[in-house]
């Protein structure tokens, strides 16, 4: 009975020293969990639908030379990296509505959020970097090793990989405000 | 004076409503932080130590040609990245020491550790992720796309670069440590 955020409103008679009730966001943490979803989705499907077909001359003949996500290790741990982020956000959203209804179990919640929100991060940024350090090799190529660009021949696959590498950056940054979000509902809850 | 870490004695009484004392895990806080520092020094210095000078044929006549970690804008970003998160455990070491005087403003300072800690995961993960991306085509080459493999020739650079990998990849797993740190302080501070 000692205190909740608004003062004055007194709640759960039973508890002893009931928490605070601390701002409220569920919402938002499940909007962005969704967020994260399409986010996973949109990367995974972007690149591997991006596959390209081009004649190249070997030889003096022409010969279809294909590009493909799965030719490139980086572009396989994304995939890889997204579909569990995805995989994650439906389990996360569906424990975040599920928490909902039951507000008094949240903060434990809280806590596995930020455990497991922290091991995704590490795992889908880095998928990212990785993603995107080869294609800027693709892109721009490296001259000082003769690695030669292939994004002048493979446009469409190139546009496929930029995309998808800026769908993953942009769900790398949903799970730090995800982060964020929890951080701050668990310290709105500690009694100042 | 206000908390002690033994729970149930009374503390703070002037204090309307004071905070659970909660665990304290400060010392293993700045241990963490500065192990951040330590990995964060070791693959800066590391990778820019790596550059390696070898003899390649190049129109029937051997010509020098170096190595160096400044000719991949993946390494480059790595630098820059480890550079910033090894400024950044100085600081929050030294925060994470202050605050072991002023336990009272302990709570306060863990958001802010949690918010600042999942920005640095972001960037030191991708940055990993970036160069590992980057040296696994060295290491192998992509024959899809004609990328030779350079640590054949280059073995003191590779060896070095994978040091570098395996030294920031420990120190994103030490701030993901931090992160579980925080967020388990903060969780054990909130009343049941």
Not at 36 to 57: D, I, K, P, R, Y
Request: include cysteine; aromatic fraction near 10%.
């Amino acid at each position: 009975m000692s205190t909740t955020e608004k003062p004055g409103e007194p709640e759960n008679r039973t508890a002893p020293t009931p928490a605070p009730a601390g701002v409220d966001l569920s919402n938002l943490d499940v909007i962005l969990r969704f967020l994260l979803f399409a986010a996973s989705l949109v990367a995974v499907v972007v690149l591997v639908t991006g596959n390209q077909t081009e004649l190249v001359l070997f030889q003096g003949r022409p010969v279809p030379q294909p590009a493909k996500w799965r030719y490139s290790p980086a572009f396989v741990y994304f995939v890889v990296a997204f579909s569990v982020s995805g995989l994650y956000s439906i389990i996360t959203t569906l424990a975040s509505l599920s928490v909902i209804q039951r507000p008094h179990q949240k903060t434990k919640f809280l806590l596995h959020f930020l455990f497991w929100d922290a091991l995704i991060l590490g795992i889908i940024a880095s998928a990212t970097g990785a993603g995107a350090g080869v294609a800027y090799i693709g892109l721009k190529g490296n001259s000082h090793v003769h690695w030669n660009k292939i994004c002048s021949a493979y446009d469409t696959f190139c546009k496929h990989v930029a995309g998808s590498l800026a769908v993953g950056l942009f769900g790398s940054i949903v799970v730090v405000l995800l982060i964020f979000l929890s951080a701050f509902t668990l310290h709105s809850r500690v009694p100042k």
